[in-house]
């Protein structure tokens, strides 16, 4: 299982961003739910969005990334994607995505949004916000 993140880079603030995340070495069709992390410098890992196909792909957001982001799939192209917007200097990240093949009948924003819920991750890749 392999998961690569891509579309990081420098935006200025107030700019958009599309991330992607393509997975190969297994099937869409077997993952549960994934997920968009993303850890800031002296900070720890926080989950910012996901989506759960077992609930038929409800969507999940943090509310600091809420209205300004928005996470979607394409099982043809085995890629999930972040669409990011309106975007701020705290935004600044390394940004991850991460899957789980398990079902978790815990759901709600605060138990999909755990980093301990999704197995395989990526390696994660640098957003940068500029003023």
């Known amino acids: 299982v392999q998961l690569v993140e891509s579309g990081g880079g420098v935006a200025q603030a107030g700019g958009s961003l599309r991330l992607s995340c393509t997975g190969s070495?297994?099937?869409?069709?077997?993952?549960?739910?994934v997920a968009w992390f993303r850890q800031a410098p002296g900070k720890a890992r926080e989950g910012i969005s996901a989506?759960?196909?077992?609930?038929?792909?409800?969507?999940y957001y943090d509310d600091s990334v809420r209205g300004r982001f928005t996470i979607s799939a394409d099982d043809a192209k085995d890629t999930v994607y972040l669409d990011v917007s309106t975007l701020k200097l705290d935004d600044t990240a390394v940004y991850f995505c991460?899957?789980?093949?398990?079902?978790?009948?815990?759901?709600?924003?605060?138990?999909?949004?755990?980093?301990?819920?999704?197995?395989?991750w990526g390696q994660g890749i640098q957003v940068t916000v500029s003023s």
């Open positions: 989506m759960n196909f077992h609930e038929g792909g409800r969507r």
């Open positions: 070495g297994f099937s869409f069709d077997d993952v549960n739910a």
């Open positions: 991460a899957i789980t093949f398990s079902v978790n009948i815990a759901v709600g924003r605060q138990a999909m949004l755990q980093p301990g819920r999704y197995r395989h």
